[in-house]
């Protein structure tokens, strides 16, 4: 049998070494330990930095640990590059749909796959000088690069250097899940930790898994020129949101030519003359299909290897996460935990969050639980699909009667001359009440919408006071008040109308 | 013009004829659609049989007709090879979606279907409740109808999970499409609650009305459900005029009540017209499961639209291509009398291709036009189409279908067990006779 493929590493270009420079610079030498610390972090992710930040800003002796570059997946394999890919694949979108926006399409549109992706880097590298090593060793943050282990309840090692710690956070991320189906290792696939590397466009991707970075890749990577197949072995995509909105997603996706797979599982990976063949089944039907590279986004494994957590005292879940109780706290009082390594919502909103609790609670003794943090999340497809609070049906099932306000983007102005009437904004809130309990949206920027619906569950504002608020006209955002006005016409009972007729006719 | 009881008539005497003209006699099994070599729908087969006491109350068919035919069709059930096979008919009291219209056996690898048997045996407890004189043909009608019911084993459709499973096939097992959220399965789970050999429990009812949405579109308050049919099927053998489940009684409405606001924002969104289609206005709707032109109009050039094939387009979200169900306006008939009387006669006057023999098309898309100007129309005739219209217009007209499946004690037990009270199940006493 033949060797796995060599993923793609990333292009040693300019951009390649300023961000090394930012996040792993080649010179740095770790600075001597103080003493003993009053929070160590292990790992400088967003939710290790953001640890790290506000435990220096609030004055507190903070070391930070990473094992390979700063930032995590978000930065260097997560959210930044893949959004910046979504943006160049939005483009290519527009230019090949201009009639529909009444401007001619151009004759011939060739991708500039290369261009595409050194942009990717360029960003990246950027947006890696906002957290560089060099920023937070001015904020009086002490950061060692280097593998660690704990040694007891209260001490560790990086690279055999002892620190000693009054509290400690762990928040070492999580990494990309190989599924484990027959043949793949072999034939080789990507995942969102060296798709960012590729130089050449694919000519046939498939795609495993139709969670957000399934969905989020497959898209662009369809704009950008790939003939793309995704596969899904649940009957919807985003299997958590409601269906509305997950229907409406595959729409977009016929709309865009990748070949969608629903209830479809692959059960084993060939090569063939150079070819990846994908065999998969749909309840009886059996397919296959070749490729040329293979993506997996099918959940991730928390990052707990090789930190010998039992000499600490620090236990982990079924799922192999660390364990954590409702303001963070692992089974050994002085350690915490936050973001992707402890969390079942992998956001990096929510690992931000998370880390903050982590900090207030381990350095002043605060009971803030992380049960109290309202997070929106976005999967950011065209539409996106955003979302903040309680489904429906979980509602339901703890017994809260609940009610959708509904406004369908046609009924929006500006989501009308911008032909992106594909969409809703839905509200939930409690039965006979304006109480938001939690809200959908499906628009193209319903990332940006859900803010002002967290805004108002965090404020405890209701829909009576949305309805209130002025928006610009016109905005797709108005969505949100129409959903309060159609809130405050329900208001008006049959009884309420007749006193109203009474009293006008006076 | 015609008046509207002459009108309404004349439609559903058309609908009939359906299923006089596409029967298979011996077996009594009918055709999905009136195209050459369609197989059987049971689901069809279950519209036939509540299809014959209407006829027969009207004067379209003479009683020892009716009997004999859904006595066959009975007979072919009971005797039918239940073994689950590739090639069977039935596994487990259930039958497969599509059937050999002369042998009766699997065709097009279809799945075992959970709702189209509960149509079909819907229809053959209507007719049990219908022959219920004490002559030998009837007697064993009625016994042929308790013995398919009893034989279904609904507890095995669960899967073990919360709710009923969608379909089974042998060559894999129970298939994993989600079925979430409204839909016109009510029918299906007040037959398996109120079996009294494999019944299913409240819980699961209530597991799947947990998935319920309660929303607020165009200011109207409904229990969501894009294609127009969710809000008919069930309908068509339920009276579900003033009783309520637990979610009804804490939304202050009733399934009926539900399906005429249904009806207001199809109305609603056809007159919005959000995607500019020709022919959609307030009296140009019906959004539903339904043929569509896709397999003519792939092949054009610069074709602009996406169009679908039979597919359930629904309201706000669709898929909307342009495409009409006028069988789903007229069934709306009960919910809304007017409204639906009045768009039904403005497609008519439209769109007057789109009736054949008197009877409705399945589906009509006003934005396509052929080369005569014509709006492009469904071939031929959909089974379900002309059950749901002559089942609708009879409850309408005379409330025979719904008269009848009140008497039935397997649906009052299933109703309450699903925790509907209230009404005209205050009225019947719990169990009683069959």
């Not at chain 1, 090394?20 to 610390?37: D, F, G, K, Q, S």
């Not at chain 1, 979504?86 to 991708?111: E, F, K, S």
């Not at chain 2, 004490?134 to 009608?141: C, K």
């Amino acid at each position: 049998m033949s060797p796995p493929p060599t993923p793609p590493t990333t292009p040693q270009d300019v951009y390649e070494r300023e961000r090394l420079a930012h996040v792993h610079p080649e010179t740095w030498r770790n600075p001597t330990p103080a003493e003993r610390y009053q929070l160590v972090i292990v790992g400088a992710g967003p939710a290790g930095l953001a640890a790290a930040e506000l435990a220096a800003a609030l004055g507190a002796r903070v070391a930070l640990i990473e094992r390979h570059l700063l930032g995590g997946t978000c930065l260097n394999n997560g959210c930044v590059p893949s959004k910046t890919l979504i943006r160049t694949a939005r483009l290519y979108a527009d230019m090949r749909d201009a009639r529909r926006y009444g401007a001619q399409a151009p004759a011939d549109i060739p991708v500039d796959f290369a261009a595409a992706m050194e942009r990717v880097r360029r960003i990246r590298s950027h947006l890696g000088g906002g957290d560089s090593v060099r920023k937070l060793a001015a904020a009086g943050v002490d950061v060692f690069f280097g593998n660690m282990q704990f040694t007891g309840a209260d001490t560790l090692t990086v690279n055999d250097e002892k620190l000693c710690f009054d509290k400690a956070i762990i928040a070492t991320g999580a990494r990309p899940h190989i599924p484990d189906i027959a043949g793949l290792r072999e034939a080789g696939c990507l995942t969102n930790a060296n798709v960012f590397n590729l130089t050449e466009l694919p000519r046939r991707l498939l795609v495993i898994g139709g969670g957000p970075l399934g969905c989020e890749l497959a898209q662009a990577f369809s704009r950008l020129g790939a003939q793309v197949t995704i596969v899904q072995d649940k009957p919807l995509f985003l299997e958590r949101e409601e269906r509305d909105a997950a229907q409406m997603l595959s729409d977009a996706f016929a709309r865009d030519g990748i070949e969608v797979r629903l209830n479809t599982r692959v059960t084993a990976v060939r090569v063939v003359n150079g070819e990846k063949l994908i065999d998969m089944v749909s309840d009886d039907y059996h397919s296959t299909i070749a490729v040329d590279v293979i993506l997996t986004g099918v959940g991730r494994l928390p990052n707990v290897e090789g930190l010998n957590l039992e000499a600490a005292g620090v236990s982990l879940t079924h799922a192999g996460g660390i364990t954590v109780d409702d303001h963070l706290r692992t089974a050994n009082p002085r350690i915490f935990a936050a973001g992707d390594v402890c969390l079942q919502q992998q956001y990096t909103a929510t690992a931000t969050a998370s880390a903050h609790i982590a900090v207030r609670n381990a350095l002043f003794g605060g009971r803030q639980r992380l049960s109290d943090l309202i997070v929106p999340w976005c999967t950011y497809t065209d539409p996106e699909i955003a979302h903040v609070g309680l489904y429906v049906r979980e509602a339901n099932r703890q017994g809260i009667p609940v009610k959708t306000f509904t406004i369908p983007l046609h009924e929006i102005d500006r989501a009308v001359t911008d032909s992106e009437q594909g969409g809703f904004v839905k509200i939930h809130v409690r039965e006979r009440s304006d109480e938001i309990l939690g809200a959908t949206i499906v628009a193209l920027h319903a990332g940006s919408m859900i803010n002002e619906i967290t805004l108002a569950m965090v404020a405890g504002i209701g829909l009576r006071t949305l309805s209130r608020v002025v928006h610009a006209y016109p905005t797709q955002g108005e969505a949100i008040r129409c959903a309060a006005d159609a809130w405050n016409r329900t208001r008006l009972t049959p009884r309420i109308r007749a006193r109203l007729r009474r009293w006008l006719s006076r | 013009m015609l008046a509207d009881e002459a009108l309404l008539d004349r439609l559903q005497r058309a609908a009939f004829g359906y299923f006089e003209h596409n029967i298979n006699p011996r077996n009594g099994l009918v055709a999905d659609t009136s195209r050459d070599n369609s197989p059987v729908s049971i689901a069809v087969v279950g519209f036939a049989l509540s299809a014959y006491p209407v006829a027969v109350e009207r004067g379209w068919m003479a009683r020892d007709e009716a009997l004999r035919r859904s006595l066959a069709a009975l007979r072919f059930f009971r005797d039918s090879d239940q073994s689950g096979s590739p090639t069977a008919t039935g596994y487990r009291g259930f039958y497969y979606h599509f059937l050999d219209i002369h042998s009766g056996a699997r065709v097009w690898q279809s799945e075992l279907s959970m709702i189209d048997t509960a149509l079909l045996i819907a229809g053959a407890l209507t007719a049990a409740m219908y022959f219920s004189a004490d002559s030998a043909d009837e007697t064993e009608l009625r016994a042929l109808a308790d013995f398919l019911y009893r034989r279904i084993d609904w507890r095995w459709s669960q899967d073990d999970g919360e709710t009923i499973r969608q379909g089974w096939k042998p060559e894999c097992g129970f298939l994993h499409y989600g079925w979430e959220g409204y839909s016109e399965a009510i029918v299906l789970y007040v037959l398996a609650m109120g079996s009294p050999s494999h019944p299913i429990s409240g819980d699961c009812y209530r597991a799947w009305t947990a998935t319920y949405q309660w929303e607020n579109l165009y200011d109207h308050d409904y229990l969501y459900a894009g294609p127009l049919f969710v809000h008919h099927f069930s309908h068509a053998w339920l009276d579900l005029r003033g009783i309520r489940d637990r979610f009804m009684r804490e939304k202050r409405a009733d399934y009926f009540e539900n399906s005429r606001r249904a009806v207001l924002i199809q109305r609603e969104y056809a007159w919005r017209n959000p995607h500019e289609f020709d022919g959609y206005d307030e009296n140009g709707w019906g959004l539903s499961a339904c043929d569509g032109p896709s397999d003519e109009q792939l092949g054009l050039a610069n074709e602009p639209r996406r169009l679908f094939g039979y597919a359930a387009r629904g309201v706000p979200y669709g898929p909307d291509d342009g495409t009409l169900s006028p069988s789903a306006v007229l069934s709306s008939l009960p919910f809304a009398p007017d409204l639906a009387l009045a768009a039904v006669r403005n497609l008519l006057l439209r769109y007057p291709e789109m009736l054949n023999d008197d009877r409705l098309a399945s589906s009509v898309n006003p934005s396509l036009r052929g080369a005569d100007g014509k709006a492009w129309v469904s071939a031929g005739h959909y089974g379900l189409d002309q059950g749901i219209v002559l089942m609708m217009i009879e409850n309408h007209r005379s409330g025979l279908p719904w008269k009848l499946m009140r008497g039935c004690s397997y649906l009052r037990d299933g109703l309450r067990v699903a925790g509907f009270r209230g009404g005209w199940l205050l009225a019947s006493a719990p169990g009683g006779a069959h």
